[in-house]
């Protein structure tokens, strides 16, 4: 990962959400449900090779050239949350799973 910046600053909001939950819970199986979820998220978003899945998916299969990552880190300059945000689909996938996740999550930590 190039910005371990946005990684950081994932976990300690991801740590206060934590506390958070524990301190209104008092439940140790709802904090670890909230760090599990939370730890996935930040994972899925922030640390995959968007240089490599940005490309054509018949390219897929073949290492990323540094031409190739050239003109990624072009077109992938600004936020580092929304490098994934050039293609509807996987944005759209991504809110469909993760409004899920957390609607599930909210549902068994409000009970």
């Not at 959400?17 to 140790?28: A, D, K, M, N």
Request: include cysteine; hydrophobic fraction near 50%.
């Amino acid at each position: 990962m190039a910005n371990d910046a946005a990684l950081r600053t994932s976990l300690l909001w991801l740590a206060a959400v934590i506390l958070v939950v524990g301190i209104c819970t008092h439940s140790f199986k709802k904090m670890m449900a909230t760090y599990v979820l939370g730890v996935l998220g930040i994972a899925a978003l922030l640390l995959p090779d968007w240089d490599y899945f940005n490309r054509d998916f018949s390219r897929w299969p073949y290492p990323v050239t540094a031409e190739e990552r050239a003109n990624s880190s072009i077109h992938a300059q600004g936020s580092g949350f929304l490098r994934f945000a050039n293609s509807p689909l996987r944005v759209i996938a991504y809110s469909v799973v993760y409004g899920y996740a957390m609607y599930k999550w909210w549902e068994y930590v409000s009970t």
